[in-house]
């Protein structure tokens, strides 16, 4: 369907690809990783065009759909959200005024040659308007649109009153719609909660039948999914033959396997130039000197890839804070709502958060967990009931809320500083560079950084302070994968207390001692891991 062979890409001075090939075939499920800047999203943009390579050959079949899913969603207006939906499959809209004008045809008089070939037009169009699920279009963007957790009282609403986020729904929503051959999804779980994201999963598996290309940071959601895994780093695309944690394995083996390669090379090296070393000025070895410079020469040297960078840190021992770290007694939450009237966002809550617990907030988008987040960090206030902190309890507080509040003007280490006002210099670089920013980096303003990167100045502003209770709002958005494991090691072992609410199930499965499920603007206590509430819960 698509081949890449033998591409070359260089963006300024940096060398994206060279010679590297790739091939998606129909039916195919393969996952992008690799380190960020390694140019997996410039993959995407060479196969729909966006981008040229600058050497090397892109094939598409001449019949090949091509869905893409970014993370710019351009601009949405005029348009309820269903109609933004349908909207993005004008093809088949067009499809469908081409079968209504070739039917309206065949009922004018005209010679056999003229109505077989309209015939044939018209079979094939049919038959592309059925595979395309033309007939039941908007039945399957309702239904779509409802899996990614927009409601059916929320089909009619104007593109105009979703937030960015809720957008991003919309735009993936009309992509799975039109049910390309090729689907090309550059990080669909981000804005997605755990409902919508296994949702999305069964789509993937059950419903969809093309060829899918992704990336995606979500490590469970990688490994359900996809049945083959291309590496980008170092120049070229590596592909292996399995899911993302056979990537792992895999690439370890092939990694030891070079290392053995590299070293009897290096040793048989040595031992070559030893020789020529010490055989060069006599005459009577000049003959098998010259033999082995030759042999040198033509040998392929094995080249080490060069190592991933990944953050590095650990907290410090926190300061212990009492064995009660938050109380909350009937505690409820109002907002005012557009109209004038109030909205509940949750009322009734009550229980404690025990020292050293690591408790998940869950439930669906919607239900109160970021704003029951912020009335525990002290964000804002609760509307009823009490919340009371315990004693030598000392909190910090991420969410992506903080991300917007960095000063844009300012760099990536006076940001750290700002937080760090009595550490030195070296303190606060070494801090950067455990966060990835090192050298000229830590000059960068925080207005030319990705997402990812303030995700990791606001989690290392944050991290560095002696903190006992940390309150953590998707913490792991923005993050790659091998972030988000350090991150994992980093709150495992932190010996103080952690509530947090995200959508990466891996994560959850592998940190949270405790989960508080709010529905339906209660909450309900688990007294177990993230596999006991989904036992008890029927998810």
């Not at 080249?303 to 009492?322: C, V, W």
């Not at 967990?369 to 902190?389: C, E, H, N, P, R």
Request: aromatic residues 6%; proline residues 3%.
């Amino acid at each position: 369907m698509i081949h890449l062979t033998n591409i070359t890409r260089q963006h300024g001075n940096h060398i994206l690809f060279d010679r590297a090939s790739l091939q998606i075939l129909s039916g195919s499920r393969t996952g992008l990783v690799g380190p960020n800047g390694a140019g997996k999203s410039t993959i995407f943009r060479l196969i729909t065009g966006e981008e040229e390579p600058d050497g090397g050959e892109i094939s598409i079949g001449k019949k090949t759909t091509i869905g893409y899913f970014s993370q710019s969603t351009g601009e949405m207006s005029g348009r309820t959200a269903i109609e933004e939906v349908m909207a993005a499959a004008g093809n088949i809209s067009e499809l469908a005024a081409s079968i209504a004008q070739m039917e309206e045809a065949m009922a004018t008089p005209m010679d056999d040659d003229d109505m077989a070939a309209l015939l044939e037009r018209y079979g094939n169009a049919a038959e592309e308007f059925e595979n395309r699920g033309g007939y039941d279009l908007e039945p399957r963007a309702q239904a779509i649109l409802t899996g990614l957790g927009i409601g059916p009282s929320d089909h009619h609403r104007p593109v105009e009153a979703f937030s960015g986020g809720w957008k991003m729904r919309i735009a993936l929503a009309g992509i799975l719609l039109i049910n390309p051959d090729v689907l090309l999804l550059d990080e669909p779980t981000n804005h997605l909660d755990v409902e919508s994201i296994v949702w999305l999963e069964n789509w993937l598996i059950a419903e969809f039948k093309g060829a899918l290309l992704m990336t995606c940071h979500d490590q469970e959601f990688m490994n359900r999914v996809v049945k083959r895994t291309v590496e980008v780093a170092n120049r070229t695309l590596t592909t292996y033959g399995g899911n993302y944690d056979f990537y792992l394995k895999e690439r370890e083996i092939r990694r030891e396997q070079l290392m053995a390669s590299y070293r009897r090379q290096q040793e048989m090296l040595a031992k070559e130039e030893e020789f020529i070393a010490r055989f060069a000025a006599r005459v009577s070895h000049a003959a098998q000197v010259q033999s082995r410079i030759k042999k040198l020469e033509k040998i392929e040297r094995i080249e080490l890839p060069a190592e991933q960078r990944s953050m590095k840190f650990e907290f410090a021992e926190p300061p212990r804070s009492g064995d009660d770290v938050v109380a909350m007694e009937s505690l409820g939450k109002v907002w005012p709502a557009d109209d004038g009237s109030e909205k509940s966002v949750f009322g009734g809550i009550s229980g404690m958060v025990r020292r050293g617990d690591k408790i998940a907030v869950v439930g669906v988008n919607g239900a109160g967990k970021s704003t029951f987040l912020k009335v525990m960090a002290g964000q804002t206030q609760a509307t009823a009931g009490s919340l009371t902190i315990g004693a030598s309890v000392h909190a910090g507080y991420f969410s992506q809320h903080a991300m917007d509040i960095l000063d844009p003007k300012k760099s990536v280490f006076d940001t750290v500083q700002d937080a760090l006002p009595t550490a030195g210099i070296g303190t606060i670089r070494n801090l950067c560079a455990a966060f990835l920013f090192s050298g000229d980096d830590v000059d960068k303003r925080i207005d030319m950084l990705s997402g990812g990167e303030k995700s990791r100045v606001v989690l290392a502003t944050l991290l560095a302070r002696p903190l006992n209770l940390l309150i953590l709002d998707e913490p792991t958005n923005h993050l790659d994968i091998q972030s988000r494991e350090v991150l994992l090691s980093a709150l495992k072992a932190f010996k103080g207390t952690v509530v947090l609410v995200s959508h990466d199930r891996h994560f959850l499965r592998a940190l949270v001692s405790r989960v508080f499920a709010i529905d339906h603007g209660e909450m309900i206590p688990y007294e177990g891991d993230y596999d006991y509430y989904l036992s008890k819960s029927d998810r």
